[in-house]
Each structure stands twice: as structure tokens, then as C-alpha cells.
T-cell receptor, first 115, second 117 residues
Framework: DAMVIQNPRYQVTQFGKPVTLSCSQT?????MYWYQQKSSQAPKLLFH???????NEADTPDNFQSRRPNTSFCFLDIRSPGLGDAAMYLC??????????????FGPGTRLLVL | AQKITQTQPGMFVQEKEAVTLDCTYD???????LFWYKQPSSGEMIFLIY??????QNATEGRYSLNFQKARKSANLVISASQLGDSAMYFC??????????????FGRGTQLTVWP
């Protein structure tokens, strides 16, 4: 089945220690998104890639970076995690960008714990 | 600015009964899409149903239907014949076709649905 895969499902890191979360997709979608979701809140978009074009949300901290080496994979790098970065990180994909009706399909998420 | 409002933090429904989750939206754009997602405690966001702003008929997907009232700017989710597995957080979301915000999903705060036997 075509899907969005995130690894690992749970990640524990130490305060200030860089961490990388990964996302892969077999849908061959052009757009990949990263969201941060804190407890009892709605997901918050961090950035997205349309093909190789990177689009950062204005309020995404510099501590968060992303890479998309090919169509299938996208990585979220947190350079110096703080306690406030503990959250669920959701990867999503869509076939195209915008067009009103483009559904975003989400992966299972990675729960990040910062000690 | 785009905004999604879900006024029900929690809803309870008995198994096999129908339930309506409310969603209102605010946008000045004429072209937009409305979505409902289900998020179980495991964390995955599961796409349920989509309604386009120009769609004249209400969307349906199995036990899910979207009651779209454009003039009232509401997009309520109706779940028929609730099942225990429907217990989850439900998010209403919107996307618009405008340049700088292309691709962004605007989410409501969610409604926690509990189905009891």
C-alpha cells in the first residue's frame, strides 16, 4: 500500500543534542510537509517542500531545518533541542500544492522527548 | 485571515447512534477546501473527508458525511452508526488557493469524541 512512513516512532534526545527525524513516502507526491503538534493542540506547520523548493513558515525557529534529498525522503533536523521542542512531529504529503482540494496525507508521527 | 472554529472540546455518543461535530470557518477567499481528520491516541492523522467550496453536493465517505452550509460558513461532520473505534480527536481544517498561503492547512482546536457502549 502507498503510504507515508516516519521513523522512529519515538525518539528520546538530550537537551542540546542534535536529532534527525525521517519521513519517506511511496505516494510519489510532489509536496512534503513537517508539522509540530504539542499536547492538546492543533498541528502547526513548520515548513514544506514543493519538489526541491523549500518554504519556511515565518515563525519557524532557526533551530529547525529540513532536507529533501529526493522525492521519497524528507528529514527534519533539530539542531539544539530544548525542552519546549518536545512534541509530536508529523510528516504529510500532497500530490500538488494548494489547488484547494489537495488532500494532505499524514504519517504516524514521531513523538520526541527531550531530557 | 483564515480561521477554523470548533466549539465543542468534547462530545459523547452512544454506540450505534449518530453524532455531529461542529465546524465553522472564516475566509475571504472564494476557492477553498475543507477537510476533516481523525487523530486516535496513537497520534496518526487520518484523512476522513473533503469538501470543495464549489461543490454543490455534500461530501460523503461511508459513515462520514459533511454538512456543508456555505452561507453560514459551516462544515459539520456527521458520523452515522458510531463505533467504539471512532473514539478519537477530530480536527476540521481548511486550505485556500491564495499564493503566499498555498499548501497551508488551517486547523481548528479539535473535538474529542468518546463513544460509549
Amino acid at each position: 500500500d502507498a503510504m507515508v512512513i516516519q521513523n522512529p516512532r519515538y525518539q528520546v534526545t538530550q537537551f542540546g543534542k542534535p536529532v534527525t527525524l525521517s519521513c519517506s513516502q511511496t505516494l510519489n507526491h510532489n509536496v512534503m510537509y513537517w508539522y509540530q503538534q504539542k499536547s492538546s493542540q492543533a498541528p502547526k506547520l513548520l515548513f514544506h517542500y514543493y519538489d526541491k523548493d523549500f518554504n519556511n513558515e515565518a515563525d519557524t525557529p532557526d533551530n529547525f531545518q529540513s532536507r529533501r534529498p529526493n522525492t521519497s525522503f524528507c528529514f527534519l533536523d533539530i539542531r539544539s533541542p530544548g525542552l519546549g521542542d518536545a512534541a509530536m512531529y508529523l510528516c504529510a504529503t500532497s500530490r500538488e500544492l494548494g489547488q484547494g482540494g489537495e488532500t494532505q496525507y499524514f504519517g504516524p508521527g514521531t513523538r520526541l522527548l527531550v531530557l | 485571515a483564515q480561521k477554523i472554529t470548533q466549539t465543542q472540546p468534547g462530545m459523547f455518543v452512544q454506540e450505534k447512534e449518530a453524532v455531529t461535530l461542529d465546524c465553522t470557518y472564516d475566509t475571504s477567499d472564494q476557492s477553498y477546501g475543507l477537510f476533516w481528520y481523525k487523530q486516535p491516541s496513537s497520534g496518526e492523522m487520518i484523512f476522513l473527508i473533503y469538501q470543495g467550496s464549489y461543490d454543490e453536493q455534500n461530501a460523503t465517505e461511508g459513515r462520514y458525511s459533511l454538512n456543508f452550509q456555505k452561507a453560514r460558513k459551516s462544515a459539520n461532520l456527521v458520523i452515522s452508526a458510531s463505533q467504539l473505534g471512532d473514539s478519537a480527536m477530530y480536527f476540521c481544517a481548511m486550505s485556500v488557493d491564495r499564493g503566499s498561503t498555498l499548501g497551508r492547512l488551517y486547523f481548528g482546536r479539535g473535538t474529542q469524541l468518546t463513544v460509549w457502549p
